[in-house]
């Protein structure tokens, strides 16, 4: 899959106005974070006067600060951040947040920001696959999967899905051989298991690496 990298993640939060959207590269690049889930703290930014500035944590770890209008509705926000990832597939993913119970809510599209966050700002939101397919194949876009690779490895990580045993090995392998490519003892070793691990801490033994 060309949309795995070893590049870092951003961690630098940026602004993105309507702009900024017209102007951004054609070839977006896209990481494979195995840390993806510990990040988001929001960077710091300026105040906006006639506006609310919305941090959105990315699959791959990437922090994106997009403005919107005061009085702006769930869909300006997802609108925006359709464009900066130029997602053709849109209606599997949607932007959650935790609110002030600490549970996670989904962005609802036809009301306030503002309604819906009562805390902020600033308004963090984490973007994430909302609907799932029960076929693959129902998954055109090569980006499209990606991200959905990028969340079942997030959730399987964080313990949110269980891995049954026995699957765990040949998800972890599929992982690396996308990352990394196909195996040589001359290129890798049990390092690369650990760098692309696939599950929870407590799964993750030396034993499973060897």
Known sequence: MRFFSRRQAKTQ???????????????????FNTKAHLIEKPQPYPPIKNGLVCTVVFLDGENVNFEVDRKALGKDLYDKVIIHTKLIESDYFGLQFTDTHNVEQWLDATKSIKKQRKTGPPYTFRFRVKFYTSDPRNLHEELTRYLFVLQLK???????????????????ALSMQAELGDYTSDEHSTKNVFECRFLPDYKHTEQFEQ
Do not use: Q, W
């Not at 959730?155 to 049954?164: A, S």
């Open 154 to 172: 997030d959730d399987i990580r964080t313990g949110k899905l269980d891995c049954p045993s026995g699957s765990d090995v040949e998800l972890t």
């Open 13 to 31: 939060a940026k602004i993105l106005n309507d702009d900024d959207n017209n102007n951004y590269p054609s070839n977006v690049k896209f990481a």
